[in-house]
């Protein structure tokens, strides 16, 4: 079942309010979904409670706020709100359309899809643009809104593939969990508030969805081809 998000002092909700807070990853291009004002919200106070809409799960009912397990978000402009016996997973969280990747085990026992940034071969399954020069197309950068992820998957892969030595040392588990959770942001409407709310990450999660957002699954893959050939 999806989230609910509190808005302390708010008499009504939009894009604007998500966004304010920080929050627009929420909503996935959609109006944000019914709205119920509330003069005891889970602080006690006056405030409104949205239910985003969620396009292949479980939405869930602004009614139930009664019943959901509440947290204060960073900030102190939004709380988040989910029912305990049954969080949000993969399937509520969804967004729309999915950049394809590896599959990744969380802390809750489901499959989460990470999206493959940085290929072995060094290209990219991010969205990209294509350029028309006069005769024929061709694949151009990624787009804007993934040059970040991007820029960091290859960064990673220098760190960590050792053609960056210097920069081994900077992946700390901060970087890991910043990249994760960045990683997972493109094809599911959380982000590190909601990651540590549900309890997704857990000592050496994140490093799990760093190898898949580098695409180390396909090179371990395609070592083992070679090992299990032998010598030609």
Not at 169 to 189: F, I, Q, S, W
Request: aromatic share 8%.
């Amino acid at each position: 079942m999806g989230p609910l998000y509190y808005f302390p002092g708010a008499a009504k909700a939009g894009r604007v309010t998500f966004e304010s807070a920080g929050l627009g990853y929420a909503l996935d291009g959609q109006a944000c979904g019914p709205v119920l004002p509330m003069e005891r919200g889970p602080d006690g106070g006056r405030g409104v409670i949205v239910a985003p809409p969620c396009p292949q799960g479980r939405p869930a009912l602004p009614q139930g706020w009664a019943t959901a397990r509440w947290e204060a978000l960073p900030g102190g402009r939004a709380w988040l709100g989910w029912q305990p016996d049954a969080p949000p997973g993969p399937e509520d969280l969804a967004r729309r359309v999915q950049v394809p990747g590896h599959r990744v085990t969380l802390a809750d026992g489901r499959d989460w899809l990470v999206p493959v940034a940085r290929r072995v071969n060094g290209s990219s399954s991010l969205p990209r643009a294509l350029r028309w020069d006069g005769a024929s197309w061709s694949t151009g950068d990624v787009l804007p809104a993934y040059a970040r992820l991007w820029e960091t998957a290859c960064a990673l892969w220098d760190a960590l593939l050792g053609a960056d030595t210097t920069a081994a040392g900077e992946v700390t588990a901060d970087v890991e969990c910043d990249a994760a959770a960045a990683a997972l942001a493109v094809n599911y409407r959380l982000g590190p508030a909601e990651l540590s709310a549900f309890g997704l990450f857990t000592t050496g999660t994140q490093v799990e969805v760093v190898k898949a957002l580098i695409d180390l699954p396909a090179l371990e893959d395609l070592r083992g081809k070679v090992e299990a050939a032998g010598p030609s």
